[in-house]
DNA sequence: CAGAGGATCGGCT
DNA sequence: GCCGATCCTCTGG
């Protein structure tokens, strides 16, 4: 299933954050755990400018969103409301803080070790949700996706914009009208 | 150094 | 729908 798709590229990655969360919609994000592999379609994401006072690189670098102003490719991975984690691609040239959240998969492998993590119906549907089910936390903060062998992402083709909806983003309290939040129709089955 | 407030989730009313 | 959990980071004094 995963065989036909190659490693995501630093040329794949659109250098604008907006286009970089299109373009993400439709790759796979893998995870490696003691041998056994788990992997999800991205089906949900969020792009976060630094020029956005939504985004956690608003007011520059700082030892939490340090990631953030490193290399497009890497991770960003934080701890939100204390409990919960979220999995970022990093965006634009490093010394620029952006990166994409991404807020939901579509579970293709590895489904029995995810339902075991997260002894929840709800597997991969939410961004603390797929951090759970992947076992991502802050030790993958700054981790390369295009070259790790632990959590790295496959390409698929770009999808067509009428396949594509935009929405305002979840859970933030500035520049909500923004319509960055970017959902796959075919798998559109949160209500918001 | 204290305090507030999260890019959330799950259980309960 | 609402609310509590839970802890790290940033801010202001």
Known sequence: MLSALNRLEA????????E????????VVVRVLDGCVMAGRIVETEAYRQ????????????ARNASMFGPPGHAYVYLVYGTHHCLNVVTEPT?????????????????????ARRGHP?????????????D???RFDGENLLGSETLYLLAD???????????????ISKAVERP????LVDSWRRSD
Not at 11 to 18: K, Q, R
Not at 122 to 134: E, I, M, V, Y
């Open 11 to 18: 040329g794949d990655l659109p250098s604008d954050t907006v």
């Open 20 to 27: 970089a969360a299109r373009r993400l919609l439709g790759c």
């Open 51 to 62: 020029d956005d006072p939504a985004s956690h690189s608003f007011r520059g670098p700082s």
């Open 95 to 115: 010394g620029v803080g952006a990166a994409v959240l991404i807020r939901a998969l579509e579970p293709l492998v590895g489904i029995e070790a995810m339902q």
């Open 122 to 134: 709800k597997l991969t549907d939410g961004p603390g949700r797929l951090c759970q089910a992947l």
């Open 136 to 138: 991502i936390d802050r």
């Open 157 to 171: 083709a770009p999808r067509p914009a009428e396949t594509i909806l935009a929405t305002p983003r979840i859970g």
């Open 180 to 183: 960055w939040r970017f959902v």
